[in-house]
């Protein structure tokens, strides 16, 4: 499964949530972005996230993944601003980081199309081999 989208909405999601004064004035860090800053590093963290997301799983899957990553990486945020905020925050440095990397997948793991290719001429003609069964008769005893 790619993550780089999950870990681009979670920094995005961060940078959010830092733009908003509730969660600046919990923070004792010596340097905060300004709230418009913040809040245009979300809007660009966002997009590309989403970009990501339909780039990875195809128009079709693209934009069904990128809002449960969108909610996936939403509850961990949740979870860690409301015990432990500067964790939250500090988390989307090595999220970034890992984004940034790049967390493709092994190749072995990783499919032998995308979604909105065609599929294989391998899988078309298994798929025909079954059609080609034979329908099976039901025999009733007639009285």
């Not at 934009?63 to 961990?76: E, F, N, S, T």
Request: hydrophobic share 50%.
């Amino acid at each position: 499964m790619w993550l780089e989208p999950a870990l681009l909405f979670y920094v995005g999601l961060a940078c959010l949530a830092l733009s908003t004064r509730r969660v600046r004035r919990g923070l004792l860090l010596p340097a905060l972005p300004k709230i418009r800053t913040a809040q245009a590093l979300a809007l660009i963290f966002l997009a590309l996230a989403a970009w990501r997301s339909i780039h990875h799983y195809g128009p079709y899957q693209g934009p069904v993944a990128a809002i449960g990553m969108l909610c996936a990486a939403g509850i961990p945020l949740l979870l860690l601003l409301s015990r432990w905020p500067r964790l939250a925050l500090l988390a989307t440095i090595p999220a970034l980081a890992l984004a940034i990397a790049g967390t493709n997948p092994p190749s072995n793991l990783s499919f032998s199309h995308r979604p909105d290719e065609p599929v294989i001429p391998e899988m078309e003609q298994r798929a025909g081999d079954e059609r080609r069964q034979k329908p099976l008769h039901i025999a009733r005893d007639s009285e």
